[in-house]
């Protein structure tokens, strides 16, 4: 067969199902890239929720270290004085507490909306059940704009002491 005895017509057809072969590859190939962002995704939310939890499990590594200041972040005792030994540390912790806080906050918006809004209730009731939480926030205002609004948007009212908070599963003094 000679290039002379095709048609114009052929070479037109053949050129239509080579560029229907090249929407075809290309569509599989936006399809595969999407799937490949929606799995990073997924990866991405879930570093973040093991990070988020690997701080805040690092903070309960303090109640479970020192007990006896449980009380001052779950039973609305407040704090011993300034200058106190016990005074300090509870301070100390109450400040990594609003550090870590305030960094779970600033990452609410990449996790799943159930789990932004258990980290959001976390973070309120520590305020609502800590004096001691809520003084290092008040001394500190501007250090942790993120955890502030938070609380300011909850408008929340600080719990009176009323007895022993109830203690996770396994979790004595």
């Known amino acids: 067969m000679c290039v002379a005895d095709i048609s114009l017509t ?34 991405t939310r879930a570093a973040v929720v093991t990070g988020l939890t690997t701080l805040i499990t690092d903070v309960d590594q303090v109640f479970i270290d020192r007990p006896e200041l449980w009380k001052y972040f779950n039973e609305s005792e407040p704090p011993p004085k300034k200058g106190d030994e016990v005074g300090e540390r509870v301070r100390a912790v109450a400040m990594t507490m609003a550090n870590v806080l305030d960094h779970i ?54 719990e009176e002491p009323k007895g022993p908070a109830a203690r996770p599963a396994g979790a004595s003094l």
Do not use: D, M
């Open 105 to 158: 906050v600033e990452h609410r918006g990449e996790v799943k909306s159930e789990t932004s809004e258990s980290w959001r209730r976390y973070a309120i009731e520590v305020y609502v059940k800590s004096p001691a939480f809520r003084e290092v926030l008040t001394e500190h205002s501007n250090w942790w704009p993120g955890l502030q609004r938070q609380i300011c948007e909850a408008a929340v009212t600080p």
């Open 10 to 43: 052929k070479v037109a057809e053949v050129g239509q199902i080579l560029s229907g072969f090249a929407s075809v590859t290309a569509v599989e190939g936006l399809f595969f890239v999407w799937k490949q962002v929606r799995l990073q995704q997924r990866n």
